[in-house]
T-cell receptor, first 112, second 114 residues
Framework: GQQVMQIPQYQHVQEGEDFTTYCNSS?????IQWYKQRPGGHPVFLIQ?????EVKKQKRLTFQFGEAKKNSSLHITATQTTDVGTYFC????????????FGSGTRLQVQP | GAVVSQHPSRVICKSGTSVKIECRSL??????MFWYRQFPKQSLMLMAT?????????EQGVEKDKFLINHASLTLSTLTVTSAHPEDSSFYIC??????????FGPGTRLTVT
């Protein structure tokens, strides 16, 4: 079955440093969504990417969808302590059901 | 934005008992809701799709007789963990799709079975 892997599993950065998490799929994705889950909280939708090579920005966050639609990345510029949490990519499996297959997640810790 | 609530937020039960978790869409209707399970420091795994007015669809490996799902109305889905065992201890999260493509997640229910 489809697998969506993320690397790294965990990253610890100093506040102000940049951070990137990579999402890789074994199959071509119809689209990719990104969610953030704060410690003890629930996933919160960040963005969806649909087009091959698409790049979207949200303030300090930059999201990219690979040309082959098998990988995606989330880059955070100048991290802040509020960025702490686990970032998941997710695919809706293109079944029309809209259920999500989540990536393995990258846990970000920011040292003030 | 759309809000999804879950109740209870935390529950501790004894092995062999059943626990019911409610998921409500507060300001929108949801003909479909999803139930996920998340073990500590792991990702979310889809358990089942809750369908209003019809039977739930379970993912492979999820026992439908153990995890009973009822989608009684357009704003309420319930998950009942029957005869709970310690290995069922987990974080259970529901979600409902928004108007576009995003999912709105409930705050989750942390189940501890002793």
């Amino acid at each position: 079955g489809q697998q969506v892997m993320q690397i790294p599993q965990y990253q610890h950065v100093q506040e102000g440093e940049d951070f990137t998490t990579y999402c890789n799929s074994s199959t071509t994705l119809s689209n990719i969504q990104w969610y953030k889950q704060r410690p003890g909280g629930h996933p919160v939708f960040l963005i969806q990417l649909v087009k091959s090579g698409e790049v979207k920005k949200q303030k300090r966050l930059t999201f990219q969808f690979g040309e082959a639609k098998k990988n995606s990345s989330l880059h955070i510029t100048a991290t802040q302590t509020t960025d702490v949490g686990t970032y998941f990519c997710a695919d809706d499996m293109d079944t029309g059901r809209r259920a999500l297959t989540f990536g393995s997640g990258t846990r970000l810790q920011v040292q003030p | 934005g759309a809000v999804v609530s879950q109740h209870p937020s935390r529950v501790i039960c004894k092995s062999g008992t059943s626990v019911k978790i409610e998921c409500r869409s507060l300001d929108f209707q949801a003909t479909t809701m999803f139930w996920y399970r998340q073990f500590p420091k792991q990702s979310l795994m889809l358990m089942a799709t809750s369908n209003e007015g019809s039977k739930a669809t379970y993912e492979q490996g999820v026992e439908k007789d153990k995890f009973l799902i009822n989608h009684a109305s357009l704003t309420l889905s319930t998950l009942t963990v029957t005869s709970a065992h310690p290995e069922d201890s987990s974080f259970y999260i529901c979600s409902a799709p928004g108007l576009s493509y995003e999912q709105y997640f409930g705050p989750g229910t942390r189940l501890t079975v002793t």
